[in-house]
């Protein structure tokens, strides 16, 4: 499966975004899937993942202003970004959990497809 992230821009703090992880095929349901982001100058992170059964994770950092979900008839997964802060900043990728459950995604667990990431930037 083939990935691609899009929705990000410009936004002041506690703005909203809401990213888009579109997959090439109708198989999108089979796949857990994450969203992660790079910061300039740091390693990349996990934020927050929703398993083929829609069950989602969020990290900390997250929790609370970001709602993952999906649609499987569009093949797309979202992350509804709300309260965002200058620390949000980064360049967000979602990529799909490689084996795991259906049940339960794992941010932790290996990834791949990862498609081309969305740069979201919050700033006055």
């Known amino acids: 499966v083939q990935l691609q992230a899009s929705g990000g821009g410009l ?10 992880c579109a997959a090439s095929m109708s198989t999108l349901d089979v796949y857990n899937i994450g969203w992660f982001r790079q ?15 829609s069950r989602p994770y969020y990290e900390d950092s997250v929790k609370g202003r ?11 997964v979202y992350l509804q970004m709300n309260s965002l802060r200058p620390e949000d900043t980064a360049v967000y ?32």
Do not use: M
Not at 39 to 53: D, I, L, N, Y
Not at 66 to 76: A, E, L, V, Y
């Open 39 to 53: 910061a300039p100058g740091k390693e990349r992170e996990g934020v927050s993942c929703v398993s083929g059964e």
């Open 93 to 124: 990728f979602c990529a799909a959990e490689i084996g795991g459950n259906w049940y339960t995604c794992d941010l932790r667990a290996e990834h791949g497809s990862w498609g081309q990431g969305t740069l979201v930037t919050v700033s006055s």
């Open 66 to 76: 970001f709602t993952i979900s999906r649609d499987n008839n569009k093949n797309t």
């Open 11 to 20: 936004v002041q703090p506690g703005g909203s975004l809401r990213l888009s």
